[in-house]
């Protein structure tokens, strides 16, 4: 029977809920009442209760689910999603974060409250600039993100590892350490930050030298044929970063936009990327709403940065927006890019406009305090990234009143390709990611009380790894139902879009 999630423990609240701030009683209880509130919740909620997952009877059928979402959703382009979704079990699992927030509702939970991101899964990680221009890697996806228990992102994170290391070919003792390793390095994380003075916990981050050095430490550490493979899968992680250095606002502008009479303008290239010059037709408008609505949402959006960051982006004009498809989930959701111009045709910026709908967490925890979901977005966004974007914000869209949040579209952003990772690469990406989701939650929750519930011996690990496995062969049934939908025509997918 799952715990509900608590708000406090013995009389004390803890950080990093949904609450109310004219309702918020802040207390200070000591480093021995946090410590000891977290090893009752032990006894409580045990960590060996995390293992042994099955699902519930009556369980949601995992596909209706999916249709659910799909109402709401750009219905032209729900088939590329379902596209995306079907090229396997590991793409299937980065779409379905309804269907696990519908599962974890009712797993074990300690009721340690954090800021969640709320699909914590391995590819939601990778490389942005710092508003100092410096390379941070860090979580980059907050579509879901609320408070809630932090064993949701957990678990979510420890599955991924497991499904992604099935999808590509590794035997299992090499899927188990990877789980493993993620699961580990966020406990002995979380117990380092426990013992960290607070604004140390705040300033903490991995910068590009600091996970150059940990990778050639994890290359040294290998022999044999493990040490080759190890070089070439750093060497492979050094490109990334050399990528990611390269791609900003110029680099776009070359990928995405042509000079057509003196002016740059965004390429179409339907379905992906389709210039609103083009899709009045599909909404409705005229040109000139089209015009309006787009200087009717920057004036909306720029109200909500702080005013030295409104006054920088007020000296860039809006040349072109088009929408483009992102990812797998957000497939279907409302995503833009705005090409916008500064002092010359040579100084642009593009920016990603994406739509926030309620998140899949809310159908089952306490709704947001934000009653505008893009500000939910911003918000958890700030909360959970040691630096964040600066030209981070939100609106109410035009079209449908649907919410929406701004961000630069390429700023030094890159990821690792995961299809690509072989064994030792991902054991060693496994133990970036815990420790970046371990920093993430001990900025918001009570890292003193969290890793006194951890412990210090591996059962949590092993409890979780349990669940990521048992969750893991879930996913490919749950992946096979969805495949047989599209078979049967109950569900629609274009291939290879």
């Given at each position: 029977m799952a715990k509900p999630a608590a708000t406090c423990v013995d009389g004390w609240r803890l950080r990093g809920q949904n609450r109310s701030m004219a309702e918020e009683k802040i207390t200070h209880p000591s480093v021995e009442e946090r410590t000891a509130a977290g090893k009752r919740l032990r006894d409580a909620?045990?960590?060996?209760?995390?293992?042994?997952?099955?699902?519930?009877?009556?369980?949601?059928?995992?596909?209706?689910?999916?249709?659910?979402?799909?109402?709401?959703?750009?219905?032209?382009?729900?088939?590329?999603?379902?596209?995306?979704?079907?090229?396997?079990?590991?793409?299937?699992?980065?779409?379905?974060?309804?269907?696990?927030?519908?599962d974890l509702k009712d797993t074990p939970r300690a009721g340690l409250a954090v800021q969640l991101c709320g699909d914590a899964h391995l590819a939601n990680f990778g490389f942005f600039a710092s508003p100092e221009r410096n390379l941070l890697f860090d979580l980059n996806d907050f579509d879901e993100t609320l408070p809630g228990p932090f064993e949701y992102d957990v678990k979510r994170l420890a599955a991924s590892f497991t499904i992604a290391a099935r999808n590509n070919g590794f035997w299992e003792k090499d899927v188990r350490k990877a789980t493993l390793t993620a699961v580990r390095t966020y406990r002995e994380a979380m117990a380092r930050f426990?013992?960290?003075?607070?604004?140390?916990?705040?300033?903490?981050?991995?910068?590009?030298?600091?996970?150059?050095?940990?990778?050639?430490?994890?290359?040294?550490?290998?022999?044999?044929?493990?040490?080759?493979?190890?070089?070439?899968?750093?060497?492979?992680?050094?490109?990334?970063?050399?990528?990611?250095?390269?791609?900003?606002?110029?680099?776009?502008?070359?990928?995405?936009?042509?000079?057509?009479?003196?002016?740059y303008r965004i390429v179409s290239q339907p379905p992906i990327i389709v210039p609103v010059r083009e899709l009045g037709e599909l909404y409705g408008l005229s040109g000139?709403?089209?015009?309006?609505?787009?200087?009717?949402?920057?004036?909306?959006?720029?109200?909500?940065?702080?005013?030295?960051?409104?006054?920088?982006?007020?000296?860039?004009?809006?040349?072109?927006?088009?929408?483009?498809?992102?990812?797998?989930?957000?497939?279907?959701?409302?995503?833009?890019?705005?090409?916008?111009?500064?002092?010359?045709?040579?100084?642009?910026?593009?920016?990603?406009?994406?739509?926030?709908?309620?998140?899949?967490?809310e159908d089952h925890l306490p709704r947001s305090r934000f009653s505008q979901s893009g500000e939910r977005v911003v918000r958890g966004q700030r909360m959970m990234q040691a630096a964040s974007d600066i030209f981070l914000g939100w609106s109410q869209g035009s079209i449908d009143n649907r919410c929406l949040y701004w961000r630069q579209l390429r700023d030094m952003k890159g990821s690792v390709v995961v299809e690509g990772m072989r064994p030792p690469g991902m054991t060693f990406y496994a133990g970036v990611c815990?420790?970046?989701?371990?920093?993430?939650?001990?900025?918001?929750?009570?890292?003193?009380?969290?890793?006194?519930?951890?412990?210090?011996?591996?059962?949590?690990?092993?409890?979780?790894?349990?669940?990521?496995?048992?969750?893991?062969?879930?996913?490919?049934?749950?992946?096979?139902?969805?495949?047989?939908?599209?078979?049967?025509?109950?569900?629609?997918?274009?291939?290879?879009?």
């Amino acid at each position: 029977m799952a715990k509900p999630a608590a708000t406090c423990v013995d009389g004390w609240r803890l950080r990093g809920q949904n609450r109310s701030m004219a309702e918020e009683k802040i207390t200070h209880p000591s480093v021995e009442e946090r410590t000891a509130a977290g090893k009752r919740l032990r006894d409580a909620v045990p960590v060996a209760s995390h293992a042994g997952w099955a699902p519930v009877p009556g369980r949601p059928d995992p596909v209706a689910l999916l249709e659910e979402q799909n109402r709401t959703r750009e219905q032209d382009l729900v088939p590329v999603r379902h596209g995306r979704m079907l090229a396997s079990p590991f793409a299937f699992y980065r779409g379905a974060a309804k269907i696990m927030a519908a599962d974890l509702k009712d797993t074990p939970r300690a009721g340690l409250a954090v800021q969640l991101c709320g699909d914590a899964h391995l590819a939601n990680f990778g490389f942005f600039a710092s508003p100092e221009r410096n390379l941070l890697f860090d979580l980059n996806d907050f579509d879901e993100t609320l408070p809630g228990p932090f064993e949701y992102d957990v678990k979510r994170l420890a599955a991924s590892f497991t499904i992604a290391a099935r999808n590509n070919g590794f035997w299992e003792k090499d899927v188990r350490k990877a789980t493993l390793t993620a699961v580990r390095t966020y406990r002995e994380a979380m117990a380092r930050f426990a013992r960290m003075r607070t604004l140390d916990i705040w300033y903490a981050h991995l910068s590009e030298e600091q996970l150059s050095a940990a990778l050639d430490a994890a290359v040294a550490s290998q022999k044999g044929k493990a040490l080759k493979k190890a070089r070439n899968g750093a060497i492979a992680a050094r490109q990334s970063v050399a990528k990611a250095r390269s791609r900003d606002s110029m680099h776009a502008l070359s990928k995405l936009a042509e000079l057509v009479d003196g002016t740059y303008r965004i390429v179409s290239q339907p379905p992906i990327i389709v210039p609103v010059r083009e899709l009045g037709e599909l909404y409705g408008l005229s040109g000139d709403d089209i015009g309006r609505a787009i200087a009717e949402q920057l004036r909306s959006y720029r109200a909500t940065l702080p005013d030295d960051r409104r006054h920088l982006l007020e000296q860039f004009q809006i040349i072109d927006v088009a929408r483009k498809v992102v990812g797998v989930g957000s497939v279907g959701t409302q995503a833009f890019i705005a090409l916008l111009q500064g002092r010359d045709q040579q100084d642009p910026l593009f920016l990603q406009v994406k739509e926030a709908t309620t998140s899949v967490l809310e159908d089952h925890l306490p709704r947001s305090r934000f009653s505008q979901s893009g500000e939910r977005v911003v918000r958890g966004q700030r909360m959970m990234q040691a630096a964040s974007d600066i030209f981070l914000g939100w609106s109410q869209g035009s079209i449908d009143n649907r919410c929406l949040y701004w961000r630069q579209l390429r700023d030094m952003k890159g990821s690792v390709v995961v299809e690509g990772m072989r064994p030792p690469g991902m054991t060693f990406y496994a133990g970036v990611c815990g420790w970046t989701l371990a920093r993430a939650h001990a900025r918001s929750g009570d890292p003193i009380a969290i890793a006194a519930y951890l412990g210090k011996s591996g059962k949590f690990d092993e409890s979780i790894s349990d669940f990521a496995e048992r969750y893991a062969d879930q996913n490919e049934r749950d992946y096979e139902a969805f495949a047989a939908a599209v078979r049967s025509g109950r569900l629609e997918a274009a291939d290879g879009v």
